[in-house]
């Protein structure tokens, strides 16, 4: 399989502070990694896949200046929320797809979230 | 992108088996059918893939017919771990991405 992690795996700032999470695979290289999004007893909301070396590529209706995206190598992504506000509290959860691997089509991994609480 | 369709919550007991039925009525040829599982405040955790017919695992079973519009995940036996919610997704033959649907909450009960 594929290890993929998360840091930090739960967050409480202020409102107006800016706030990294890392996704880390640790066991493979991605050249692309997903990052999501959750709010309770909803399902998950991709808001960019991330490309190594690249720019990201945001979904509809996601801020690309208050979400970066920086995906500086093969085993790290990072999402930044800046200037954060109490709606910005979520579950942001990151993937990854390991591509050596073989049999099963767009097998993600997932990281194990990040609690985001802005008060 | 073909959308799924999964009943929004179901209960069972332990012991019993648990069959889970998605509606996917605009696949494509080339789409596959991927569940994945998801506790809480975890990420989620790919369980089975098909494209046809029925494929199993040590972990469960999908059941897809003919006409691929529809599938049937499996859980054998289940018990008060396999309380999660379970998402059925439609991989597209091309691209990378995956759509994740509204899940199934499964509540196993003792």
């Known amino acids: 399989g594929a290890v993929v992690s998360q840091h930090p795996s739960w967050v409480i700032c202020k409102s107006g502070t800016s706030v990294k999470i890392e996704c880390r695979s640790l066991d493979f290289q991605a050249t692309t990694m997903f990052w999501y999004r959750q709010f309770p007893k909803q399902s998950l909301m991709l808001m960019a896949t991330s490309n190594e070396g690249s720019k990201a590529t945001y979904e509809q209706g996601v801020e690309k200046d208050k979400f970066l995206i920086n995906h500086a190598s093969l085993t790290l992504s990072t999402l930044t929320v800046t200037s954060a506000h109490p709606e910005d509290s979520s579950f942001y959860i990151c993937?990854?797809?390991?591509?050596?691997?073989?049999?099963?089509?767009?097998?993600?991994?997932f990281g194990p979230g990040t609690r985001l609480t802005v008060l | 992108l073909a959308k799924t369709t999964q009943p929004i919550s179901m209960d069972s007991y332990e012991g019993q088996e648990v069959n889970i039925t998605c509606s996917h009525n605009n696949i494509a040829t080339n789409d596959y059918i991927t569940w994945y599982q998801q506790f809480p405040s975890q990420g989620p955790r790919f369980i089975i893939q098909?494209?046809?017919t029925k494929v199993t695992n040590e972990v469960a079973s999908l059941f897809i017919p003919a006409d691929r519009k529809s599938s049937t995940l499996s859980l054998p036996r289940v018990s008060l771990s396999d309380t999660a919610v379970y998402y059925c997704?439609?991989?597209?033959?091309?691209?990378?991405?995956?759509?994740f649907g509204g899940g199934t909450r499964l509540m196993v009960k003792p």
């Open positions: 997704l439609v991989v597209p033959g091309w691209g990378n991405m995956l759509t």
């Open positions: 993937s990854a797809r390991n591509q050596t691997l073989a049999g099963v089509r767009n097998e993600q991994f």
């Open positions: 098909g494209y046809k």
